[in-house]
């Protein structure tokens, strides 16, 4: 059965009629969703009862004329954030959809649709919409933009969308390496496809990264971080692990390090505003070179300075100019022959 996309409203959608027209539909084979990994555990007061948890979910929309490699775009917040601009406009689903990826949205244990855990969860409330503007650097303090900032300012309803998409993160050293086994199980069940390009951003690179030393296929082969908050490095380098949190960097043995150095390529990338002497910057350098030490290809792109994207956030690849965003994509896919049909 082949979906054909339909139009929607300008209003509703941030799109001008010009912009639509000059779209090529979207058309689908096929679209779903299912959960994978996870595991089953017995009630210990009942030893008839059992619960299905910790899995993952994986939303795909499939093109009807399919490139060979699969994009699965790993949120750290929701899904939202690769679904539209930050007006509404077109997001990275619907724009890779157009160039004929299969475009898969991941949910991982205990997030967003993956929230049937195996462990008690009680949610408390934290306040974070004042921490969510400097975090996703939309400005330096509350409400004080960039002059240059890639955000539709006047618009306080896109604001309210902004920081409404959120999950809770379970932003945890237990929760990193849950996710990393269950992205794993799905990227190694053949599911996903057998040439995997992971689009990440904030936390979920660091998940990516451990994802890609967990599986024991060749299926992934490429990993793109949009302002990856947390690192992997090898042992023997004088870097000591912190798990007291989600952020990183952890430590692996150096053989397992090193099958990051056989993906096709690796890049991470940041927004503009960003100091160099960031802790999190100066770790995506060192990790950039301590790959390519052992052979791969990985690079750091700094929107602002190496590609004169000014005023991009955290989240660029929802920015206003998101379509230039998209476009370095197109050149890295490309560059690293994984634009094929």
Same mark, same amino acid.
């Given at each position: 059965?082949?979906?054909?996309?339909?139009?929607?409203?300008?209003?509703?959608?941030?799109?001008?009629?010009?912009?639509?027209?000059?779209?090529?539909?979207?058309?689908?084979?096929?679209?779903?969703?299912?959960?994978?990994?996870?595991?089953?555990?017995?009630?210990?007061?009942?030893?008839?009862?059992?619960?299905?948890?910790?899995?993952?979910?994986?939303?795909?929309?499939?093109?009807?004329?399919?490139?060979?490699?699969?994009?699965?775009?790993?949120?750290?917040?929701?899904?939202?954030?690769?679904?539209?601009?930050?007006?509404?406009?077109?997001?990275?689903?619907?724009?890779?959809?157009?160039?004929?990826?299969?475009?898969?949205?991941?949910?991982?244990?205990?997030?967003?649709?993956?929230?049937?855990?195996?462990?008690?969860?009680?949610?408390?409330?934290?306040?974070?919409?004042?921490?969510?503007?400097?975090?996703?650097?939309?400005?330096?303090?509350?409400?004080?933009?960039?002059?240059?900032?890639?955000?539709?300012?006047?618009?306080?309803?896109?604001?309210?969308?902004?920081?409404?998409?959120?999950?809770?993160?379970?932003?945890?050293?237990?929760?990193?390496?849950?996710?990393?086994?269950?992205? !794993?199980?799905?990227?190694? &069940?053949?599911?996903?496809?057998?040439?995997?390009?992971?689009? =990440?951003?904030? *936390? @979920?690179? +660091?998940?990516?990264?451990?994802?890609?030393?967990?599986?024991?296929?060749?299926?992934?082969?490429?990993?793109?971080?949009?302002?990856?908050?947390?690192?992997?490095?090898?042992?023997?380098?004088?870097?000591?692990?912190?798990?007291?949190?989600?952020?990183?960097?952890?430590?692996?043995?150096?053989?397992?390090?090193?099958?990051?150095?056989?993906?096709?390529?690796?890049?991470?990338?940041?927004?503009?505003?960003?100091?160099?002497?960031?802790?999190?910057?100066?770790?995506?350098?060192?990790?950039?070179?301590?790959?390519?030490?052992?052979?791969?290809?990985?690079?750091?792109?700094?929107?602002?300075?190496? !590609?004169?994207?000014?005023? &991009?956030?955290?989240?660029?690849?929802?920015?206003?100019?998101? =379509?230039?965003? *998209? @476009?370095? +994509?197109?050149?890295?896919?490309?560059?690293?022959?994984?634009?094929?049909?």
């Amino acid at each position: 059965m082949a979906l054909l996309s339909v139009p929607t409203p300008a209003s509703a959608t941030g799109d001008s009629s010009s912009d639509r027209n000059r779209k090529r539909p979207i058309v689908l084979d096929r679209s779903g969703g299912f959960q994978i990994g996870g595991t089953i555990i017995t009630n210990p007061n009942n030893t008839n009862q059992t619960l299905s948890c910790d899995h993952g979910y994986m939303e795909y929309f499939l093109p009807w004329k399919p490139r060979q490699t699969s994009l699965v775009m790993w949120h750290s917040s929701s899904t939202q954030v690769w679904q539209n601009r930050w007006d509404g406009g077109e997001g990275y689903k619907d724009m890779f959809l157009r160039r004929g990826y299969p475009v898969y949205l991941w949910d991982g244990p205990r997030v967003g649709r993956a929230n049937w855990g195996c462990r008690p969860v009680t949610y408390i409330p934290q306040y974070r919409d004042q921490g969510n503007f400097v975090a996703w650097n939309f400005g330096p303090s509350f409400m004080n933009w960039w002059p240059d900032v890639q955000f539709p300012i006047e618009d306080p309803a896109a604001w309210q969308q902004a920081t409404s998409a959120r999950y809770d993160e379970f932003d945890n050293y237990e929760n990193v390496l849950l996710h990393a086994h269950a992205a !794993a199980v799905a990227a190694d &069940s053949g599911r996903v496809g057998n040439s995997i390009v992971y689009l =990440t951003n904030s *936390a @979920g690179g +660091l998940r990516a990264q451990l994802t890609a030393i967990r599986s024991n296929t060749t299926n992934i082969k490429a990993i793109v971080t949009y302002e990856s908050i947390g690192y992997v490095f090898p042992s023997g380098f004088n870097i000591t692990q912190d798990s007291r949190g989600g952020f990183g960097p952890i430590v692996v043995p150096v053989e397992e390090f090193k099958k990051l150095a056989k993906l096709n390529a690796i890049q991470f990338v940041w927004g503009d505003h960003r100091d160099p002497t960031d802790t999190y910057v100066q770790q995506s350098r060192q990790c950039a070179a301590l790959i390519n030490q052992y052979g791969g290809n990985a690079e750091v792109l700094m929107l602002g300075e190496d !590609a004169g994207l000014k005023g &991009s956030t955290h989240i660029p690849f929802a920015d206003m100019d998101n =379509t230039k965003v *998209a @476009g370095l +994509l197109d050149k890295f896919l490309a560059k690293n022959k994984l634009n094929r049909y």
